[in-house]
């Protein structure tokens, strides 16, 4: 186990809604990355979050935005869903002795 | 061109068979180098990461990086039905906290 979850595990929602998705660490690392992964594909990386800060952003539209806490739990918000949006979506913490990203078991999004 | 290109396979090997697979990228500024598993509705799990040209065993993993040639390998010896995944392969500019650049993944089936 990587110490790294995700709620809720699967949603289902209908073109044009809003979905909040949930990432949070045990060990309270500061550094949260998002990615989305289509089926059949690789993930691709949304934006990073340092401290509270966004601190990087891949090709995804202005829709897509996030959020970190003071406890470094991360949120990844979604609005006007559209069907391609329908994903894993995926959190990673850096472990920062290890320097390396420890994945969530994701949630899975369903756009109807 | 994407800057990764990964074969997607699938890729069916008896049990004990050795299993090689493959990326090649374009972009020069990639420096770090992944591998990561990923088991059905699970998310990826680091195998193996490399920074230089040449060669990194772990177990039955041999990871293979020729910058000249802009490709990477994983090698799997004496492979298991246990090894059954898809593989990813994953590059960054700038160490394993920065952003991810993935392969689409190669789905692998070791037959006992």
């Known amino acids: 186990e990587t110490g790294v979850t995700q709620s809720p595990t699967h949603l289902i929602k209908t073109r044009g809604q809003q979905v909040t998705l949930r990432c949070s660490s045990q060990?309270?690392?500061?550094?949260v990355s998002w990615y989305q992964q289509a089926l059949g594909q690789g993930p691709q990386f949304i934006f990073q979050?340092?401290?509270?800060?966004?601190?990087g952003r891949g090709n995804f539209p202005p829709r897509f935005s996030g959020l970190q806490f003071p406890n470094y739990s991360s949120e990844l918000n979604v609005n006007a869903l559209e069907l391609d949006d329908s994903a894993l979506y995926l959190c990673?913490?850096?472990?920062?002795?290890?320097?390396?990203?420890?994945f969530g078991p994701g949630t899975r999004l369903t756009v109807l | 061109q994407k800057e990764v290109e990964q074969d997607p396979g699938p890729l069916s090997v008896p049990e004990g068979a050795i299993v090689s697979l493959n990326c090649t990228y374009s972009?020069?500024?990639?420096?770090?180098f992944m591998w990561y598993r990923q088991y059905s509705r699970k998310g990826p799990e680091l195998l193996m990461y490399?920074?230089?040209?040449g060669n990194k065993e772990d177990g039955r993993f041999t990871a293979q990086v020729d910058k000249s040639s802009k490709y990477i390998s994983l090698f799997i010896r004496d492979s298991q039905p246990s090894d059954s995944a898809t593989y990813l392969c994953?590059?960054?500019?700038?160490?394993?906290?920065?952003?991810?650049?993935f392969g689409k993944g190669t789905l692998l089936t070791v037959n006992p």
């Open positions: 990673t913490y850096t472990h920062p002795s290890y320097n390396e990203q420890f």
């Open positions: 060990s309270g690392h500061n550094t």
């Open positions: 979050y340092y401290r509270e800060e966004e601190n």
């Open positions: 972009n020069s500024a990639f420096q770090y």
């Open positions: 490399t920074y230089s040209s």
């Open positions: 994953a590059m960054s500019s700038g160490g394993s906290n920065y952003k991810l650049t």
